[in-house]
Structures are given as structure tokens and as C-alpha cells.
Nanobody, 126 residues
Framework: QVQLVESGGGLVQAGGSLRLSCAAS????????MGWFRQAAGKERDLVAR?????????????HYSDSVKGRFTISRDNAKNTLYLEMNRLTPADTAVYYC??????????????WGQGTQVTVSS
């Protein structure tokens, strides 16, 4: 059974930083690309409505970011620890959302990811 557990969310002031982690178990970690998505409050709750944030290939050699976070966020993975990270800098209130990690294919489409964590709340105050 695949388990993805996010941590590291919280409340931060605008301009601040947070580092999210996603610990994975029950999957052959090195064969999965990984992604971070987010869903803001009040948005449609369907999986397809989750906004792509960043993705990383199974080896970690290639990354992809949404335009809204490029240059501020960094995705990385530790294949020895089966852990995915998202370093978030220069946060703004627009980054407020529940952040999800997902395992699947290297794609910005949430439907390419069959496995999801429960999410961690990130709130950025102005």
C-alpha cells in the first residue's frame, strides 16, 4: 500500500520560507517521478482542479515548475531516504493552499499521478 505523508506546512509571513517534505513508503521509489500540487480554499475540490507546482524525474535530474513559482521554489528528492522536498522562498499570500505530493509520471497533469498524500496546509499572511 502506497503511503505519501507530507509535513512542514504552517503559517508564515509574506517574504518568508518553508520547506515541505513528503515521506514515501509502499512503492518502488526510484521508479516514480514525483510532483507537488496545491489547492487553494474555495477552489473546486476535484483532483483535476489541483494546480501543478513542481515535478521531478525519477532520478532527480530534471525538474519542471509552474510559472507562478519558478525562481522561488525548488523541488528535490533524496532517493536514499524515499523523501521528496519542496523548498519555498519569497512566499506570498497567493501561495496559501493545501500542498500535496504525488507519485506517478513526469507531468503537470494531476491525472498522471495515481498516488497522493493527504496534504499539508501552507498559510502566508500579508
Amino acid at each position: 500500500q502506497v503511503q505519501l505523508v507530507e509535513s512542514g506546512g504552517g503559517l508564515v509571513q509574506a517574504g518568508g520560507s518553508l520547506r515541505l517534505s513528503c515521506a514515501a513508503s509502499g512503492l518502488t521509489w526510484s521508479t516514480y517521478a514525483m510532483g507537488w500540487f496545491r489547492q487553494a480554499a474555495g477552489k473546486e475540490r476535484d483532483l483535476v482542479a489541483r494546480e501543478f507546482v513542481a515535478g521531478i524525474t525519477l532520478g532527480g535530474g530534471t525538474t519542471h515548475y509552474s510559472d507562478s513559482v519558478k525562481g522561488r521554489f525548488t523541488i528535490s528528492r533524496d532517493n536514499a531516504k524515499n523523501t521528496l522536498y519542496l523548498e519555498m522562498n519569497r512566499l506570498t499570500p497567493a501561495d496559501t493552499a493545501v500542498y500535496y505530493c504525488a507519485a506517478g509520471s513526469f507531468d503537470s497533469n494531476p491525472l498522471a499521478y495515481p498516488d497522493w498524500g493527504q496534504g499539508t496546509q501552507v498559510t502566508v499572511s500579508s
